[in-house]
Nanobody, 128 residues
Framework: QVQLVESGGGLVQAGGSLRLSCAASGRTSSIYGAAWFRQAPGTEREFVAAITWSAGSTYYPDSVKGRFTISRDRAKSTVTLQMNNLKPEDTAAYYC?????????????????????WGQGTQVTVSS
């Protein structure tokens, strides 16, 4: 089992920055990839960024590419999401997730279905 705890959410004006952190504990050696997803009220959970734990390969949707950066520190078992030039449409609850090594995870880390562990979420609100 892996436990994930997010921190760093808050209220920021449009154009500002926030840094989200996710601390992993437990069997962190089993993590193949980690990601951030977000969900606004009345919408489906949306992929924000992913990173492979070993190689550090990163993946982003077009909506955040160039503004958000995901990174991981294997020694500290942490995953960070640096968010710059925030927009009101970035407002959502942000969730950290981790995936074990499976064929589905190796094919794509963009799908929420491949993730086995989830944090409790942290709220990000961007005012216009």
């Amino acid at each position: 089992q892996v436990q994930l705890v997010e921190s760093g959410g808050g209220l920021v004006q449009a154009g500002g920055s926030l840094r989200l952190s996710c601390a992993a504990s437990g069997r962190t050696s089993s993590i193949y990839g980690a990601a951030w997803f977000r969900q606004a009220p009345g919408t489906e959970r949306e992929f924000v960024a992913a990173i492979t734990w070993s190689a550090g390969s990163t993946y982003y949707p077009d909506s955040v590419k160039g503004r958000f950066t995901i990174s991981r520190d294997r020694a500290k078992s942490t995953v960070t999401l640096q968010m710059n030039n925030l927009k009101p449409e970035d407002t959502a609850a942000y969730y950290c997730s981790a995936a074990r090594l499976t064929l589905r995870a190796r094919l794509s880390l963009r799908s929420a279905d491949v993730y086995d562990y989830w944090g409790q979420g942290t709220q990000v609100t961007v005012s216009s």
